[in-house]
């Protein structure tokens, strides 16, 4: 059986060193990457099924390389930052992140953190497609498609948007949705919900500022209509 793949992007040496040593001691293959550059072609011959990703990275930033991994395939990606600032979470957020820790962190928290992610990412292939007028929602590689047209959806906005879909019309809380897909995260909060429903109608609205799929309901949180 193939072993699950970890690559580490992260250009301290030692926090890079000792992540390997847990996530390899945990039954990881692992590689590391200490700048962007490296990272994007260590992701194209390495293949990981999850990537460790320092937000402050030479030649190449954190964020460029996520936005580099979401346009190609439905990775989770774990974001790591020095800042540990609700504005700079949100935006890793808003970028796709499936989840995100802050230095110095416990790497058994993490190796934690990452046996969640990776858990919630290989749940998504045994649900059914569900299908929204001509738009399709795909669980095997958490994708919206739509008149031929493949929409790479991270962990996170996979995971609500499969539950508000799954009950079209039915209306979710912030607090219900940190419950149900954040339930591991106890540093999720409200404003995280919005940040992802804003990234998510950004992939899947013909016109995010007036959407037709995922609606506001003021007041009272979100709900999923199949569209006109």
């Given amino acids: 059986m193939e072993k699950t793949k970890i690559l580490i992007v992260e250009d301290e040496e030692k926090i890079a060193s000792i992540v390997r040593q847990y996530a390899e001691k945990e039954g990881y293959e692992v590689r590391v990457a200490g700048d962007g550059k490296k990272a994007v072609r260590e992701f194209e011959f390495f293949d990981p099924h999850l990537v460790l990703l320092d937000r402050m990275l030479p ?8 936005a580099w991994i979401k346009r190609r395939k439905a990775v989770p990606v774990i974001m790591v930052t020095a800042k540990g600032l609700e504005p700079d979470i949100l935006d890793g957020y808003g970028r796709g992140a499936d989840d995100y820790v802050t230095k110095p962190f416990s790497p058994r928290v993490l190796m934690a953190r990452i046996k969640a992610l990776l858990k919630r990412s290989t749940q998504p292939a045994f649900r059914e497609v569900l299908r929204a007028g001509e738009a399709e929602l795909h669980p095997q590689d958490q994708t919206w498609r739509k008149r031929g047209k493949k929409v790479f959806l991270s962990s996170r906005e996979f995971e609500i948007l499969y539950l508000l ?8 809380s912030r607090e219900m949705i940190l419950d149900l897909v954040f339930k591991e995260d106890e540093e999720a909060f409200d404003r995280a919900v919005d940040s992802h429903i804003k ?13 037709i799929f995922l609606i506001t309901v003021y007041g009272a949180g979100y709900k999923f209509t199949e569209g006109p």
Avoid at 199 to 211: A, C, G, L, Q, Y
């Fill in 59 to 66: 030649e190449k930033s954190g964020e460029e390389v996520l």
């Fill in 165 to 172: 879909a799954s009950h079209p019309g039915r209306i979710f």
């Fill in 199 to 211: 990234n998510i109608r950004k992939k899947i609205e013909p016109d995010p500022s007036h959407p």
